[in-house]
């Protein structure tokens, strides 16, 4: 059983600065691409930004250049740091990855329980 656990979320004021973590536990084998993704009330799930085991990331438009994702293969944790925090960039955000457990390397999909990001005055 491989679990993603979330946390860092809260309350800041704009052009704050949060650091989400999303750790897995379990039995994994190995992690593929981890993502954060997010949602805000009454919107879709977005891809806010990924990161493939090769290291190469990917960023939504709307956070390039405020938010940086990273991973500590050691440790099976992924971050997001976010800088410049804007109100908007209020919402649940969630982890997802591929994580196999065993030899076979079948690499289902897994979602954290998500973490609340608000950002206000």
């Known amino acids: 059983q491989v679990q993603l656990v979330e946390s860092g979320g809260g309350l800041v004021q704009p052009g704050g600065s949060l650091r989400l973590s999303c750790a897995a536990s379990?039995?994994?084998?190995?992690?593929?691409?981890t993502a954060w993704y997010r949602q805000a009330p009454g919107k879709q799930r977005e891809l806010v930004a990924s990161i493939r085991t090769s290291g190469t990331t990917n960023y939504a438009d709307s956070v390039k250049g405020r938010f940086t994702i990273s991973r500590d293969n050691a440790k099976n944790t992924v971050y997001l740091q976010m800088n410049g925090l804007k109100p908007e960039d209020t919402a649940v955000y969630y982890c997802?990855?591929?994580?196999?457990?065993?030899?076979?390397?079948?690499?289902?999909?897994?979602w954290g329980q998500g973490t609340q990001v608000t950002v206000s005055s």
């Open positions: 379990g039995s994994i084998f190995r992690i593929y691409t």
């Open positions: 997802n990855a591929d994580i196999s457990t065993d030899y076979r390397d079948i690499a289902p999909n897994y």
